[in-house]
């Protein structure tokens, strides 16, 4: 496995000899290191923080100080690959200025090398300003969740001729913007293919078939950790949901029934420090009642 550090240009290298990409979440330092361990080529610290880690009902509650607190955890466990930060909602829809100051702090003071961007030509222009600023920028078409209200649930995007032509225009418009990869989310695969056959970045897949050049999931799903809901391309690699519920309640009847700690758990003093201390105690008893008699 290769071990120099993944950047823009190697997933556009990648595209370029149809090598596919991984990509996976992480918002911890533990999980993080596994990730770059096992050679996973981008990690991103998604605002799928805010469902599968913070216990909201969708993403956008989620802040930037909390996405920052998270980006330099996983920052510290990252030494290979390509790490993205969420730019979250509210970060970036008031101005172009204030995507610009959030995005920098990501880089700046969390240890990110890029972010990533819900929308299609409606942040082209702040896209544009990123790029030319030196912040790397990677989009997200299809089915974003931060318009999850406007869409009126998390639902597929792209299924009418005409929907799927706007994807296709928005996905040409953000590559020329300055975009360096592009996840779809959440569309028919045809339109997928259409995409990534047309642009020169690579398209990162999730819930868009495969004909992606790489392919996403919340690693939560994937380790079977989260089922408050499970979309369909959801594929858990692990359900270790029940291994730690388990480990949770035999952990709970050992201490019950005083079976752990163990003595192998334990740490002992040595015989001769046992008899010294004992020494110690005895005399200041002794010291105790004779001042009580006193």
């Known amino acids: ?15 370029d000899r149809s090598e596919r990409i991984s990509m996976l979440t992480a918002y911890d330092y533990p999980i993080a290191r596994l990730l770059d361990e096992a050679g996973i080529e981008v990690i991103l610290v998604g605002d799928s923080l805010a469902m599968v880690g913070l216990g909201y009902e969708t993403t956008l509650p989620v802040t ?23 730019m979250p909602f509210g970060s970036f829809q008031a101005s172009v200025e204030d995507g610009v100051r959030n995005a920098g702090r990501f880089l700046k003071e969390a240890g990110a090398q890029a972010v ?13 300003r990123l790029t030319s600023v030196g912040i790397p920028v990677m989009g997200h078409l299809g089915l974003t969740p931060q318009m999850v209200h406007q869409f009126g649930g998390f639902k597929v995007q792209g299924r009418t001729a005409a929907a799927a032509e706007r994807l296709r225009e928005d996905a040409l418009l953000l ?17 997928a293919e259409v995409i990534t056959t047309e642009l020169r970045i690579p398209t990162i897949g999730i819930g868009a078939g495969s004909s992606c ?33 388990a480990a949770f309640t035999r952990y709970r009847q050992e201490v019950k029934a005083g079976e752990y700690p163990g003595p192998e758990h334990a740490f002992r003093l040595d015989d001769g420090e046992v008899r010294r201390w004992q020494e110690q105690l005895d005399r200041r008893r ?9």
């Open 213 to 245: 050049d790489g392919q996403v999931l919340v690693t939560n799903d994937l380790l079977g950790l989260f089922d408050d809901f499970t979309p369909k391309f959801v594929k858990r690699y692990a359900n270790l949901k029940e291994t730690i519920a």
């Open 286 to 294: 002794r010291q105790v009642k004779t001042l009580g008699r006193g």
């Open 116 to 128: 990533k961007l819900e929308g299609g030509r409606e942040v082209a222009d702040l896209t544009r």
């Open 64 to 86: 930037m100080e909390e996405m920052l607190h998270h980006v330099r955890a996983v920052s510290r466990g990252v030494k290979r690959a390509l790490l993205v930060a969420d």
């Open 1 to 15: 496995m290769a071990t120099a550090r993944v950047t823009t240009v190697t997933l556009r290298e990648m595209k």
């Open 175 to 191: 590559e020329e913007a300055g975009v360096f990869a592009l996840v779809l989310e959440g569309i028919p695969w045809q339109v």
